[in-house]
Structures are given as structure tokens and as C-alpha cells.
């Protein structure tokens, strides 16, 4: 297998863990390359369930080596916490490699996170509160620190003497919070170095190493297309490039590598936090109430409600062009069984303009308006079809729409949440 990105093509949550941890035994390495652990995979092996929102989905498997990028932020107690649960498991962390380059996510990040919410009142993002937003901010003011700064007291020191000038002031004066001393945080930090040290690469090298081996690397995305920085529906949006060209910065290596795009598409849509949602249908609404339950629409890292709706045609070829997508994994089909008829937005309608894609300006996005077509559901359970022809023909004909709406072929069809519940069509 050649190398590949695996990026979310909504707003994320459309079950990029079940994919990942599927495709992953396919390649050489997994590789993280932004985010955090705002991100959370549910991953479903056997029995057991495992929840991880750092460590990238490839660490169940030996001969994976999995890699957090450069363009991740980590916040290191976190980290040291799912090396703990996954070791306790039965799962080894000895192939773990972290970047040397990626930021780390400090406790007054944390602390900013839930303040600048609280400052913007009714405008807030709706944060996952994990210290997000402050790191990256923090990275592109250059105040940040990185996990290669903790193998040294004395660089830690310096960088957390000049963090903490501009932080301290912003805890005291603006949101009257507690401020932060470099002995108190070498303190805490200090004994999160002893333990990821033996973690701590070059990620960049390893990478590059590993494909002059000929080896294959899986990028794995976090969150997703319209919660990225650049091309997500700003401001509701997290702060790094989740889209497919993340994975390049993200990780230090050339374009040239990639060879193909696998986005991840619900077979409907949801969306966690604020911002507009043209197919949203409210929870008191039957449908609505439906698909989240249904569909398990609860959030893996904060436990919210997930804001659910009508599959949404437009973002899927937005998706389809931001990307590059060459393939599509459609999941959780088998949660529309439970409708007799299914509405697929086909188009919006912004002030009688009709558009098949993401409007050019979230002015017209914000009053877009669902076309609707009305295609039959098909009322059986599909969870143990592994084939596109054992599906029903309401099914199949549901997938044949989201290629063409989507202007991409749909390669894989997940119909359950368990790993042998997919159907492999065209990946591999
Ligand atoms: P942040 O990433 O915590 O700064 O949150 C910014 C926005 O992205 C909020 O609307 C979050 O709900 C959303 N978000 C962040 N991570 C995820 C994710 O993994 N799945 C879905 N939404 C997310």
C-alpha cells in the first residue's frame, strides 16, 4: 500500500477511529499531524473499547509505528495517562514516537481556553476547553515551548520565563485568574520529561527515513474539513489544518509522498460547538431525536450532544475540492435502516441563488437554505452485509448519490461499529 492521508470531510465525528484502525495494518506507520486532544476516537476491538484522543489509532497493532507529528499540540499528562491505560491494556507504547517539534499544551493554556469562552458570552466557539486554541495561538506568537524543550531544565526555563511574561499579565489583569511560577511548572513538568523521554524524536527524519525504506505512512487527521483554520466555517472553527494539506506541515514531509486522500463521510452529519448547520434538525423533531440516538451522537471527549441533521451534499464536494479526495469511507449507513424515507440535501438556495458546493462567504452560508430530495430508505438491517451487492437496493442507490453529489467513488461502506462490519469495495 502507498501512502495515504485519512482526513474527516465534515464536522468531524463521522468515525474516523473505526476507519483508521482498520487501513492501519496496511501501512508501515500512523502519523498525527494536528489537533490535540480535543479529538477523541472510539476505537472497538473485540470486547473491548478503547477511547484515545492523542495516541494515533495504529498503536494496536506491532508492526505500525505510530508518530505524533510536529503539528500536534500535546498536553503531556494526558499523554502520559493513555500510555498508562493502553499499557494496562495489554497494549505496548514501546514503538510510540512523539515530535520533538510538537508544542506543549501548558496548564495556564487550559486556563485561557475557559476565559476567552466566558469573554465572548453568547459569541463563544464552543470550545472543547482542552487548551486548544491558546497553544497554537501561543506557537504562532513564537512564546511557545515543545516537548524537545523538556530534555533540558535550562532551555524549559528560559522559554517558560518568557511565556509566562506575556501569560501572567493576561491571567491577572484581564480575568483576574491565578498566574504561574517557572519553579512551579518545572516542578510539574519535570517529572512529565523523565517519563516521554524515551518518546521524544525526530519525527521529520524518522518519517523520511522510513519512506526511503520504501515503507508506507498512514496521516491521520483530527476533527475535520469544516473545522479547519483556513477553510472551515470561521470563526466556529479549531485552530490548526485539519484538511488533507495539514498532513505535509503537519509532519515534515514531501507533497510528493501522498498518493491518495480517503475522507470520512457520515452517512449523515453532525456537528459539536457553535456556528450554522443548513441540515441541522432540532432534537424535539422526531428525525432529529432519531439520529442521535440512534447514531450514539454523544461526544468521546466532552460527552455533549451532537447536533445532528439530513446528509449535506454541498459540503461533500466542498470537501471532495479542499482535499483532493480520491476516495470516500461512508459510515454509519446502517443508522438510516430506521427511516422509511431519507432527505438528502442536493443543493442550498441562498437568496435564490442555488448552490451544489460551500458557498464563496459565510454571510451566505448562514442563511443557506437545504434542497431537499427525497429518496426511499430501505427498512432492513444492513449490519451484516459485506458486500455493496448484498445491500439492498435502496442502499446501494443512497451510496451511488453521495458519489455523485460528492463527486468522488465511495470505496469503503462502514455498517456497523465493529471492525468486520465494513464493506471493503474499492480501497484495496
Ligand atoms: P477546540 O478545538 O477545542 O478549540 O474547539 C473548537 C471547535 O471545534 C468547537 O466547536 C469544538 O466542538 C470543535 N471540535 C474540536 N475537536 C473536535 C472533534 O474531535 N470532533 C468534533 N468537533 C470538534
Known amino acids: 500500500m502507498s501512502s495515504a492521508v485519512l482526513v474527516g470531510t465534515q464536522w468531524g465525528d463521522e468515525g474516523k477511529g473505526k476507519i483508521c484502525d482498520l487501513v492501519a495494518p496496511e501501512f508501515d506507520c500512523v502519523v498525527r499531524y494536528q489537533g490535540g486532544n480535543n479529538a477523541g476516537h472510539t476505537i472497538v476491538c473485540g470486547d473491548k473499547k478503547f477511547g484515545l484522543h492523542l495516541v494515533p489509532s495504529g498503536i494496536m497493532y506491532e508492526n505500525v509505528t505510530p508518530v505524533i507529528g510536529n503539528g500536534v499540540v500535546v498536553d503531556p499528562k494526558v499523554l502520559i495517562e493513555e500510555i498508562d491505560m493502553l499499557e494496562n491494556e495489554g497494549v505496548s507504547t514501546k514503538n510510540l514516537k512523539v515530535s520533538g517539534n510538537a508544542h506543549i499544551i501548558m496548564p495556564y493554556h487550559r ?192 460527552g455533549r450532544r451532537r447536533r445532528c441533521g439530513w446528509f449535506d451534499g454541498p459540503i461533500a464536494r466542498y470537501s471532495t475540492r479542499i482535499n483532493g479526495l480520491t476516495d470516500i469511507a461512508l459510515t454509519k449507513l446502517d443508522v438510516l435502516s430506521a427511516f422509511d424515507t431519507i432527505p438528502v440535501c442536493v443543493a442550498y438556495d441562498c437568496d435564490g441563488v442555488r448552490y451544489t458546493s460551500v458557498p464563496e462567504h459565510q454571510a451566505l452560508f448562514a442563511k443557506a437554505k437545504p434542497v431537499y430530495k427525497e429518496v426511499p430508505g430501505w427498512r432492513e438491517d ?42 471493503m469495495r474499492s480501497w484495496n
Open 111 to 302: 486556563d485561557l481556553d475557559g476565559a476567552f469562552e466566558e469573554c465572548l458570552g453568547k459569541n463563544n466557539i464552543g470550545t472543547t476547553k482542552r487548551g486548544i486554541g491558546p497553544c497554537y495561538q501561543d506557537k504562532m506568537a513564537r512564546i511557545g515551548l515543545r516537548m524537545q524543550d523538556l530534555l533540558d531544565e535550562g532551555i524549559f526555563r528560559e522559554r517558560c520565563g518568557i511565556a509566562l511574561d506575556r501569560i501572567n499579565p493576561q491571567l491577572e489583569k484581564l480575568f483576574n485568574l491565578p498566574t504561574y511560577t517557572v519553579d512551579q511548572l518545572w516542578d510539574e513538568f519535570s517529572a512529565y520529561a523523565e517519563r516521554l523521554r524515551p518518546y521524544i524524536c525526530e519525527s521529520s527524519l524518522l518519517l523520511n527515513n522510513m519512506l526511503e525504506e520504501g515503507k508506507s505512512i498512514l496521516f491521520e487527521g483530527a476533527q475535520a474539513t469544516l473545522l479547519d483554520i483556513d477553510h472551515g466555517t470561521y470563526p466556529y472553527v479549531t485552530s490548526s489544518n485539519c484538511t488533507a494539506g495539514g498532513s505535509v506541515t503537519g509532519s515534515g514531509v514531501g507533497m510528493k509522498n501522498i498518493d491518495r486522500v480517503l475522507g470520512i463521510m457520515k452517512a449523515y452529519i453532525t456537528r459539536v460547538g457553535m456556528g450554522p448547520m443548513p441540515t441541522e434538525l432540532s432534537y424535539d423533531d422526531e428525525f432529529g431525536h432519531k439520529l442521535t440516538e440512534i447514531g450514539g451522537e454523544y461526544g468521546v471527549t466532552t
Open 382 to 423: 444492513i449490519t451484516g452485509c459485506r458486500s455493496y451487492e448484498e445491500l439492498p437496493q435502496a442502499a446501494r442507490d443512497y451510496v451511488d448519490l453521495v458519489e455523485e453529489l460528492a463527486g468522488c467513488r465511495v470505496s469503503i461502506i462502514a455498517v456497523g461499529p465493529d471492525r468486520e462490519q465494513t464493506i
